[in-house]
T-cell receptor
Framework: DVKVTQSSRYLVKRTGEKVFLECVQD?????MFWYRQDPGLGLRLIYF???????EKGDIPEGYSVSREKKERFSLILESASTNQTSMYLC?????????????FGPGTRLTVT | GDSVTQMEGPVTLSEEAFLTINCTYT??????LFWYVQYPGEGLQLLLK?????DKGSNKGFEATYRKETTSFHLEKGSVQVSDSAVYFC????????????FGEGTQLTVNP
């Protein structure tokens, strides 16, 4: 079974802190994604990566950055956390090719910024 | 641009009721279509998919038929169970190349015993 794990299920941080969210997948997938999920807004893509050290902005990249130094790991960084970044963050991965659109998700990290 | 519109929720049903969650899309050509499900406390997982027009995807008693005439991919189940309580997302890939998906807003389903 494909497994996508996220470093924390729940996280509480203070405004202005630098926050790291880690995601690891064990299926050698090329593509990795970071989404945030908010009530009434569904899933919104923050960043994605299609290869090591490669990244592309999604729909809402402002206030976030990412790092992919190894194929299995994709990190989301909040440089200076703000209260409007309180949300559920979901990581996903997929292969490249005919089944590229089937994404495998982690359980999510619920981040609260106070 | 590509977009997905889902019926507004939340939806509350009694056990064994019939379920329909509407999904319509706007896209160039005939993309594959997906339904994902998110159970409480979990990430999303693929529920079913259809790769071409008139295809029917099915899984766990759920079905959805790809209808190009109405650009729709409605999710149906004949008899829901309490364990079907979850959030359901319709999704489509980009018209151009790429690996990202466009998700609908999600529909919260609650099934009461």
């Amino acid at each position: 079974d494909v497994k996508v794990t996220q470093s924390s299920r729940y996280l509480v941080k203070r405004t202005g802190e630098k926050v790291f969210l880690e995601c690891v997948q064990d299926m050698d997938h090329e593509n990795m994604f970071w989404y945030r999920q908010d009530p009434g807004l569904g899933l919104r893509l923050i960043y994605f990566s299609y290869d090591v050290k490669m990244k592309e902005k999604g729909d809402i990249p402002e206030g976030y950055s990412v790092s992919r130094e190894k194929k299995e790991r994709f990190s989301l960084i909040l440089e200076s956390a703000s209260t409007n970044q309180t949300s559920m963050y979901l990581c996903a991965s997929s292969i490249t090719g005919a089944s590229a659109y089937e994404q495998y998700f982690g359980p999510g990290t619920r981040l609260t910024v106070t | 641009g590509d977009s997905v519109t889902q019926m507004e929720g939340p939806v509350t049903l009694s056990e064994e009721a019939f379920l329909t969650i509407n999904c319509t899309y706007t896209a160039t050509g005939y993309p594959s279509l997906f339904w994902y499900v998110q159970y409480p406390g979990e990430g999303l997982q693929l529920l079913l998919k259809a790769t071409k027009a008139d295809d029917k995807g099915s899984n766990k008693g759920f079905e959805a038929t790809y209808r190009k005439e109405t650009t729709s991919f409605h999710l149906e189940k004949g008899s829901v169970q309490v364990s079907d309580s979850a959030v359901y997302f319709c999704a489509l890939p980009p018209s151009a190349s790429g690996s990202r998906l466009t998700f609908g807003e999600g529909t919260q389903l609650t099934v009461n015993p």
